[in-house]
């Protein structure tokens, strides 16, 4: 069975909903608080979590807040704690071919340290998409470090357990669900795909109106 993947790319006209859980995240981001904290969207699968991950990923106010650290990692049910260093450094670090090869060579604790030491003294924002197992994220936190420069760690996760094993101090955020207008307009979108993204038959639009 081939896995899902997520990247940070998003198409914006195939979203509905999600404007004021955007905004509420990333004001939470942003804000002064200068311990490094851990953010998390917390819900069942297929409610639009990493869809709104993205959206808070590519909003203009947070590309310019950690303009020079900005990373995107899927996690998923195979969680391997070296692989997902390693993508995080592909990232962010501007490196050589040569210190390229050499970080491809270094074991996980290596690997950690690297990473690390790249990121002390930097602001740096780091998605960690699909976090299924509270035990998963303890070999991660070593990895970034905790000075008080604002710098913000962000999960998805169906597991509220996880969320609070990443950050007790941190508030889960849970995706608003869509008003019955939105529920409508998403519907149309999906069951009659077309260039008018309202589109459906009259006799559709019909019953939803009475």
Same mark, same amino acid.
């Given at each position: 069975?081939?896995?899902?993947?997520?990247?940070?790319?998003?198409?914006?006209?195939?979203?509905?909903?999600?404007?004021?859980?955007?905004?509420?995240?990333?004001?939470?981001?942003?804000?002064?608080?200068?311990?490094?904290?851990?953010?998390?969207?917390?819900?069942?699968?297929?409610?639009?979590?990493?869809?709104?991950?993205?959206?808070?990923?590519?909003?203009?106010?947070?590309?310019?807040?950690?303009?020079?650290?900005?990373?995107?990692?899927?996690?998923?049910?195979?969680?391997?704690?070296?692989?997902?260093?390693?993508?995080?450094?592909?990232? $962010?670090? %501007?490196? +050589?071919?040569? &210190?390229?090869? /050499?970080?491809?060579?270094?074991?996980?604790?290596?690997?950690? #340290?690297?990473?690390?030491?790249?990121?002390?003294?930097?602001?740096?924002?780091?998605?960690?998409?699909?976090?299924?197992?509270?035990?998963?994220?303890?070999?991660?936190?070593?990895?970034?470090?905790?000075?008080?420069?604002?710098?913000?760690?962000?999960?998805?996760?169906?597991?509220?357990?996880?969320?609070?094993?990443?950050?007790?101090?941190?508030?889960?955020?849970? $995706?608003? %669900?869509? +008003?019955?207008? &939105?529920?409508? /307009?998403?519907?149309?979108?999906?069951?009659?795909?077309?260039? #008018?993204?309202?589109?459906?038959?009259?006799?559709?639009?019909?019953?939803?109106?009475?």
């Amino acid at each position: 069975m081939k896995l899902r993947q997520s990247s940070p790319r998003i198409e914006d006209q195939g979203i509905v909903g999600l404007q004021n859980d955007t905004i509420q995240l990333v004001e939470r981001l942003l804000r002064k608080d200068q311990r490094r904290t851990v953010v998390s969207i917390v819900g069942m699968g297929g409610i639009g979590k990493t869809t709104l991950a993205k959206k808070v990923y590519n909003d203009r106010r947070v590309v310019n807040h950690f303009q020079y650290c900005r990373a995107w990692v899927y996690v998923s049910l195979d969680c391997k704690p070296r692989d997902i260093f390693q993508r995080i450094i592909n990232q $962010i670090s %501007l490196s +050589s071919e040569c &210190e390229a090869e /050499r970080t491809e060579k270094l074991q996980e604790d290596e690997l950690r #340290d690297f990473l690390h030491d790249y990121l002390k003294e930097k602001r740096y924002f780091v998605v960690f998409d699909d976090l299924w197992k509270s035990e998963d994220w303890k070999y991660v936190p070593n990895a970034f470090p905790r000075e008080r420069n604002g710098s913000r760690l962000l999960l998805t996760t169906r597991n509220k357990d996880v969320a609070l094993h990443a950050d007790p101090l941190s508030v889960q955020h849970t $995706i608003q %669900l869509l +008003s019955a207008n &939105e529920s409508w /307009r998403l519907f149309c979108r999906t069951a009659f795909p077309g260039d #008018d993204p309202e589109s459906c038959p009259p006799e559709l639009s019909g019953c939803y109106s009475s």
